[in-house]
């Protein structure tokens, strides 16, 4: 549980960046979208992702090139929990690179769907890691984590698309 921990904190690290953005970026979906300007939707977006692009993009690559390493400096045994550092990192990645798509849900008046998104998300999460942490141990609970991670924002870009055209 502790490598898994250290390992789920360092690739945690790349996702406050989406966080910052997130956090500046939510009121100005709203207002955009209050104001009916899906033109400065839109832009704001491409934008907005393209900044979470560029800037976790050095983070991942640098995580994915030396895990072992970064793990070491946590004591000589964490890096064994390196392939799980790997995996929650590229899950971090994706999430990033898709953009904000559950902020710019909930502040367009789609958080019921968001919602039943986190919950699928999360109901997958929970299968995956009965079926796979006993049989992988915590390369399992980063492939859970993972493709739970995936799923909602795939889910998450697939209703945006559909909702707003983008």
Not at 53 to 68: M, V
Not at 74 to 98: M, R
Request: with cysteine; glycine share 8%.
């Amino acid at each position: 549980v502790g490598f898994y921990d250290t390992a789920f904190k360092i690739a945690t690290a790349s996702a406050m960046i989406l966080m910052a953005v997130n956090a500046i970026q939510g009121p100005t979906f709203a207002e955009y979208h209050s104001q009916n300007d899906l033109s400065k939707l839109r832009r704001s977006i491409y934008s907005s992702t393209r900044l979470l692009f560029y800037a976790t993009l050095p983070f991942t690559i640098i995580i994915i090139a030396f895990p072992g390493w970064i793990l070491s400096l946590f004591g000589p045994e964490f890096p064994q929990a390196d392939t799980a550092l790997i995996i929650l990192v590229i899950g971090n990645f994706i999430s990033s690179i898709t953009g904000s798509v559950g902020i710019l849900l909930q502040m367009t008046g789609h958080q019921r769907q968001c919602n039943k998104i986190i919950i699928t998300a999360a109901i997958t999460s929970i299968g995956l890691n009965i079926f796979l942490v006993p049989k992988m141990g915590i390369t399992g609970a980063a492939i859970a984590s993972t493709v739970a991670k995936i799923i909602q924002n795939l889910a998450g870009s697939f209703y945006v698309y559909k909702k707003f055209g983008f």
